[in-house]
């Protein structure tokens, strides 16, 4: 056997091995897998703006035109549109500067790229986003892994780290659907002349008030947020957000923007709509977060439903497997977390909620839940 085969055939002996499955898109939350109808409590898209009718129309013209100029942000792809994009999106989140990347990834190792040039100590929740630990890695920087959530023990790491020094978070995590700590790591940056990166890529548009993420209680030099557009904003790309002296760094350093093909026009476009009718209609934030309150009162006991994002973990592999393939035999698309996602033991059913999504949806797959799961909670 190749060594490509065994490592693959070691991977399934583990239940870890992962196939991909070719989704037909009915609309927002509805596909079809495998010739059977699923109502999808998988994607990403928290308000449903993928599908919006002004998304889809300002998309649509654009591509029209063309794709745009095919070349780096500081070539010839860096066009009127993404200039007003960047823009826009300072403005809303209350911050000096913007720049876009193609994702939201490459946004996380530009900016570790840039960190990297002036050496120092990252400290680093230890459920931390794959692409702030991927980027932590890139900068060759000294990293102190702090146990989740705990300010004690990342104050207690962060008091013998040499300067400069960074604290770096998920703002809402992505698999366990928990806010940062913000107000008390504001206060251990405080104390520590530390600095704060924030991944929000789960929280913009969704969490703080009129959406403008976790870490917005907190605003000021010290803090450096990274975004992106293909989450709630339901289209693609990355952003970082801060000082301006420091995002024109990240322009000139973060070498994943440097060398990379800018966004194309009708992505760019999708996000400026999409902008809009976030700050025209308040109404899907509140639709998406009534989801949440209902899915916390129809959950099992036990499941914490305090986010769109909600962890169902039932612990060995195999059994979230089994519990996914009985939501998909019920029609509802919620597949199996397992690791290295997510930690051994700790396999999972990951839920999210979307302004898309109707009531009898949530009524339907809360159902649904208690029976895949059965006595899991009880």
């Given at each position: 056997m190749?060594?490509?085969?065994a490592q693959?055939?070691?991977?399934?002996e583990?239940?870890l091995?992962?196939r991909l499955?070719a989704?037909?898109?009915?609309?927002?939350?509805r596909?079809?897998?495998?010739?059977r109808?699923?109502?999808?409590?998988?994607t990403?898209?928290?308000?449903?703006?993928s599908?919006?009718p002004?998304v889809?129309?300002?998309a649509?013209?654009?591509?029209?035109?063309?794709?745009?100029?095919?070349?780096?942000a500081?070539?010839?792809?860096?066009?009127?549109?993404?200039e007003?994009l960047?823009?826009?999106l300072?403005?809303?989140f209350?911050?000096?500067?913007?720049f876009?990347?193609?994702?939201?990834y490459l946004?996380n190792l530009g900016?570790?790229?840039t960190l990297?040039?002036f050496g120092g100590?990252?400290?680093?929740?230890e459920?931390?986003h794959a692409?702030?630990?991927?980027?932590c890695?890139?900068?060759?920087?000294?990293?102190r892994?702090?146990?989740?959530?705990d300010?004690?023990?990342?104050?207690t790491?962060?008091r013998?780290?040499?300067?400069?020094?960074?604290?770096?978070?998920d703002?809402l995590f992505s698999?366990d659907g928990?806010p940062a700590?913000?107000?008390?790591?504001a206060?251990?940056?405080?104390?520590?002349d530390?600095?704060?990166l924030f991944?929000?890529?789960h929280?913009?548009?969704v969490h703080?008030?009129?959406g403008?993420?976790?870490g917005?209680t907190?605003?000021?030099?010290r803090l450096i947020?990274?975004?992106?557009?293909?989450k709630a904003?339901?289209s693609?790309?990355?952003?970082?957000?801060g000082p301006?002296?420091f995002?024109?760094?990240v322009?000139?350093l973060?070498?994943t923007?440097?060398?990379?093909?800018?966004?194309?026009?009708?992505?760019?476009?999708a996000?400026?709509?999409?902008?809009d009718?976030?700050?025209?209609?308040?109404?899907?934030r509140?639709?998406l977060?009534?989801h949440v309150?209902l899915a916390?009162?129809?959950?099992p006991?036990?499941v914490?439903?305090?986010s769109?994002i909600?962890?169902v973990?039932?612990?060995?592999?195999?059994r979230a497997l089994?519990?996914?393939?009985?939501?998909?035999d019920?029609?509802?698309h919620?597949?199996?977390?397992?690791?290295?996602t997510?930690?051994?033991?700790t396999?999972r059913?990951r839920?999210t909620l979307?302004a898309?999504?109707?009531?009898a949806d949530?009524r339907?797959?809360?159902?649904?839940?208690?029976?895949?799961?059965?006595t899991a909670f009880?």
């Amino acid at each position: 056997m190749d060594p490509y085969a065994a490592q693959l055939a070691k991977l399934e002996e583990a239940n870890l091995l992962r196939r991909l499955r070719a989704l037909e898109v009915l609309g927002p939350t509805r596909g079809r897998l495998d010739g059977r109808d699923v109502v999808l409590f998988s994607t990403n898209d928290y308000l449903g703006l993928s599908a919006h009718p002004l998304v889809r129309e300002r998309a649509a013209a654009a591509a029209a035109e063309g794709m745009g100029p095919r070349g780096s942000a500081l070539l010839c792809g860096w066009t009127r549109l993404h200039e007003e994009l960047a823009t826009r999106l300072a403005s809303f989140f209350r911050a000096e500067a913007c720049f876009l990347f193609p994702t939201g990834y490459l946004a996380n190792l530009g900016v570790f790229q840039t960190l990297g040039h002036f050496g120092g100590t990252v400290l680093s929740d230890e459920r931390n986003h794959a692409s702030l630990i991927d980027g932590c890695r890139l900068a060759r920087l000294d990293v102190r892994v702090y146990r989740h959530l705990d300010m004690g023990n990342l104050e207690t790491l962060i008091r013998d780290s040499p300067p400069p020094r960074i604290i770096v978070s998920d703002a809402l995590f992505s698999m366990d659907g928990d806010p940062a700590p913000v107000a008390e790591m504001a206060a251990i940056a405080e104390r520590y002349d530390a600095q704060i990166l924030f991944d929000e890529a789960h929280a913009f548009l969704v969490h703080g008030a009129e959406g403008r993420g976790v870490g917005a209680t907190i605003l000021g030099p010290r803090l450096i947020r990274v975004g992106t557009l293909s989450k709630a904003f339901g289209s693609l790309g990355g952003f970082v957000l801060g000082p301006r002296p420091f995002v024109d760094l990240v322009v000139n350093l973060g070498r994943t923007g440097l060398f990379s093909t800018a966004l194309p026009v009708p992505i760019v476009a999708a996000a400026l709509a999409a902008l809009d009718v976030v700050e025209c209609d308040g109404a899907l934030r509140e639709r998406l977060w009534s989801h949440v309150r209902l899915a916390a009162d129809l959950f099992p006991r036990g499941v914490r439903a305090t986010s769109p994002i909600i962890p169902v973990i039932l612990g060995p592999e195999e059994r979230a497997l089994a519990a996914a393939a009985t939501l998909l035999d019920a029609g509802f698309h919620v597949p199996a977390v397992r690791p290295p996602t997510v930690s051994a033991g700790t396999s999972r059913l990951r839920v999210t909620l979307t302004a898309a999504h109707t009531e009898a949806d949530v009524r339907a797959l809360a159902s649904a839940v208690r029976l895949a799961v059965g006595t899991a909670f009880d």
